[in-house]
């Protein structure tokens, strides 16, 4: 098989790599701005905006790390192109913070948080995907500085500018509301599989009004 393949099976319709992508040889660094410090004793992960009992919650990096830990397969796919496939991610399922720290009950969207007020929207139905992870490991290893530690999201279903490298919190919206690339020309959804790259292929419906 001349083909990469993915270790891991969406359906029968999809193949290993999403259209217009390649698989590139070791893992690229792709972000906008400087490295972040992670300064253990700041760090705070927060659940915030519309929760269901109206508070925030918090964690520091002692109480985050001893959140149940699990191990996903997934692919990450740059919308500049680049795809690598079947790492396996560690950390929290994105579930879990949701369970821990329930939406109210209008809550539609989320805003993903990270370092120097990098943001990125999505769907509650996407950021609750069975894979959806915050990732504090790849293939067994702690996160390098450069590709997130100590926490970054990975969305396996969606373009990779939608997982957030140093990531600090979530905030619960009852509408959607665009994130750092999503209001600089990229697509509101980001569906890999539908070549959801540009703001301008959005359809009515896709997003709010830029
Ligand atoms: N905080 C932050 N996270 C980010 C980005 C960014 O600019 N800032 N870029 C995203 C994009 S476009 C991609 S492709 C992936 C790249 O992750 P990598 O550098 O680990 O390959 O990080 C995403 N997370
Ligand atoms: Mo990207």
Not at 1 to 16: K, N
Not at 79 to 105: C, H, N, Q
Request: net charge negative.
């Amino acid at each position: 098989m001349g083909q990469p393949e993915s270790r891991d099976y969406r359906g029968p319709e999809d193949s290993a790599l999403p259209p217009g992508q390649r698989v590139q040889r070791g893992w690229p660094v792709t972000h906008y701005g400087p490295v972040p410090k992670f300064k253990p004793d700041r760090w705070e992960f927060r659940v915030f905006g519309a929760t269901a009992d109206g508070d925030k919650h918090c964690w520091n990096h002692a109480e985050f790390s001893v959140l149940p830990f699990s191990t996903v397969v997934a692919d990450l796919h740059c919308v500049t192109k680049f795809s690598m496939l079947g790492a396996e991610w560690g950390g929290v399922p994105t579930r879990t913070i949701v369970d821990l720290a329930p939406p109210a009950p209008g809550v539609t969207h989320v805003m993903v948080w990270a370092e120097y007020g990098f943001s990125a929207n999505m769907r509650l139905s996407d950021f609750t995907a069975e894979r959806a992870i915050f990732a504090t490991h790849k293939d067994g290893e702690l996160l390098t500085a450069e590709h997130g530690f100590p926490l970054r999201l990975i969305v396996p279903h969606l373009y990779a500018w939608k997982g957030p490298k140093w990531v600090r919190g979530v905030e619960y919206m009852t509408a959607d509301r665009r994130g750092f690339w999503e209001e600089r020309g990229y697509h509101n959804l980001g569906d890999p599989w539908r070549e959801q790259r540009y703001s301008y292929q959005e359809e009515p419906g896709d997003g709010p009004e830029l």
